[in-house]
């Protein structure tokens, strides 16, 4: 079992950078595929960013590819979001979740189901 909490949320005017990072207890982090995701208020929780356990593959949502950049430090249990060229639009409840694979591999699912264990957030809100 993974706990994970988020930090780094915040504040900013758009075309800020924020860099959101994710904490995770345990000693097999580096089995846990890890991801990104947000809600915007009245709107479903979306992907945003995924990375594999490996760390030899990442994946984005459209709508921040070329922008955001996910990471991970398994020597920190870490994974962090770098976001730049924030948008008002890109405002939302961040979310770090985690999923255990067996294996090392490239696979970075885009979807929620996989994920079994999730932080509880944290706020960014970006400016006009």
């Known amino acids: 079992q993974v706990h994970l909490v988020e930090s780094g949320g915040g504040l900013v005017q758009a075309g800020g950078s924020l860099r959101l990072s994710c904490a995770a207890s345990?000693?097999?982090?580096?089995?846990?595929?890890m991801g990104w995701f947000r809600q915007a208020p009245g709107k479903e929780r979306e992907f945003v960013a995924a990375?594999?356990?490996?760390?030899?593959?990442?994946d984005y949502a459209d709508s921040v590819k070329a922008r955001f950049a996910i990471s991970r430090d398994n020597a920190k249990n870490a994974v962090y979001l770098q976001m730049n060229s924030l948008k008002p639009e890109d405002t939302a409840v961040y979310y770090c979740?985690?999923?255990?694979?067996?294996?090392?591999?490239?696979?970075?699912?885009?979807?929620?189901?996989?994920?079994?264990?999730w932080g509880q957030g944290t706020q960014v809100t970006v400016s006009s």
């Open positions: 345990g000693r097999t982090f580096s089995r846990y595929v």
């Open positions: 990375i594999s356990n490996s760390g030899g593959s990442a």
């Open positions: 979740a985690a999923y255990l694979r067996p294996g090392y591999s490239d696979y970075a699912p885009r979807t929620q189901s996989p994920y079994d264990y």
